[in-house]
C-alpha cells in the first residue's frame, strides 16, 4: 500500500517568494515544479490490485459509492461491483444521493456513512497530467476505479462482527 522512495531535486526559488516564510515558499514551489536540490524521502500511496483496504463512505449515488481515506478521496466502487442482491433508495432531502441495501436472506443490510468499508481494489488509473487548467474538478493523479464489495467479508465492518 505504500512505498518509500527517496528523491533528489534542484529548486530555484523565484524572487518574489523571498519575503515569505522558507518553508512555505520551497513547498509552494515543489507544489508547482519538482526541481529542487533537497534531498528527502517520500512515501507515496499506490495501492496493488487485489488488495483489501479499509475506507469511509464518502458518496453514495446511483452509480455506486466513493470512498475515502481520509487523505485519499478518489476510491470508487461501481454498481456491478456491488454485493449482490442489492437496491438503492433515495436519501430524503438529497437530490443525488442514495442509500445501498444488500438483502441476504431475507434481511436488509445497508452502507451507512458511519462505517468502516472492507473493499478489494479491482482497477488502479493514473491519468494523464492535464497541460491547461480547466473549469473541471482537481487533477487526481491516482484513481482507485474499481473497488468491489462483492465478496464474503467486504463491505460495512459492522456486518461482519
Known amino acids: 500500500m505504500f ?7 534542484t529548486l530555484m526559488l523565484p524572487p518574489h517568494l523571498l519575503n515569505r516564510p522558507l518553508d ?3 513547498k ?3 507544489d508547482l515544479i ?5 534531498k528527502f524521502r517520500l512515501v507515496m500511496f499506490r495501492p496493488f490490485v487485489g ?8 458518496e453514495s449515488t446511483v452509480d455506486g459509492l466513493r470512498l ?14 456491488l454485493f449482490s442482491p442489492n437496491r438503492n433508495e433515495p436519501v430524503p432531502g438529497h437530490k443525488n444521493r442514495v442509500n445501498w441495501i444488500w438483502n441476504y436472506m431475507h434481511e436488509d443490510y445497508s452502507v ?8 478489494k481494489v479491482h482497477d488502479v488509473s493514473y491519468p494523464p497530467i492535464p497541460l491547461e487548467p480547466k473549469d473541471v474538478k482537481p487533477f487526481a493523479p491516482m484513481v482507485v476505479t474499481q473497488g468491489s ?3 464474503d467479508g467486504l463491505g460495512p465492518t459492522s456486518w461482519w462482527g
Open 3 to 9: 512505498f518509500l522512495s527517496e528523491i533528489e531535486h
Open 24 to 26: 512555505e515558499a520551497i
Open 28 to 30: 509552494e514551489q515543489l
Open 34 to 38: 519538482f526541481l529542487d536540490k533537497v
Open 51 to 58: 488488495e483489501i483496504i479499509i475506507a469511509r463512505l464518502k
Open 68 to 81: 475515502s481515506l481520509g487523505f485519499f478521496d478518489d476510491i470508487y466502487v461501481p454498481v456491478p461491483f
Open 112 to 119: 451507512d456513512a458511519e462505517d468502516e468499508i472492507r473493499f
Open 149 to 151: 464489495l462483492d465478496m
